[in-house]
Nanobody
Framework: QVQLAESGGGLVQPGGSLRLSCAAS????????MGWYRQAPGKERELVATITSGGSTNYADSVKGRFTISRDNTKKTVYLQMNSLKPEDTAVYYC???????????WGQGTQVTVSS
């Protein structure tokens, strides 16, 4: 069993920064993809950024140049550094883990990010 726990969300003014963390507990092997998704009220959940166990990253066009995803495999933690935040970034952010060779998905409970003046 794998459990994901997000932290770091909160209220921030436009142009500000936040760092989200997601810690994985339980058994986790090297070949996997971790990432962040977000869901705003009335909208579908969308991919924000992903990172493989080898360090390859992928970003949504809307966050390129502003967000940076990283991971610490020893600590089994993935991070999302969010800079130059905009009101449209407001959403619940969910941590995600995909076990490549097992085809199993895991989701965190979500953390609220609100960008408002």
């Amino acid at each position: 069993q794998v459990q994901l726990a997000e932290s770091g969300g909160g209220l921030v003014q436009p142009g500000g920064s936040l760092r989200l963390s997601c810690a994985a507990s339980g058994s986790m092997y090297g070949f996997n993809t971790m990432g962040w998704y977000r869901q705003a009220p009335g909208k579908e959940r969308e991919l924000v950024a992903t990172i493989t166990s080898g360090g390859s990253t992928n970003y949504a066009d809307s966050v390129k140049g502003r967000f940076t995803i990283s991971r610490d495999n020893t600590k089994k933690t993935v991070y999302l550094q969010m800079n130059s935040l905009k009101p449209e970034d407001t959403a619940v952010y969910y941590c995600h883990l995909y076990r490549t060779y097992l085809g199993v998905n895991y989701w965190g409970q979500g953390t609220q990010v609100t960008v408002s003046s």
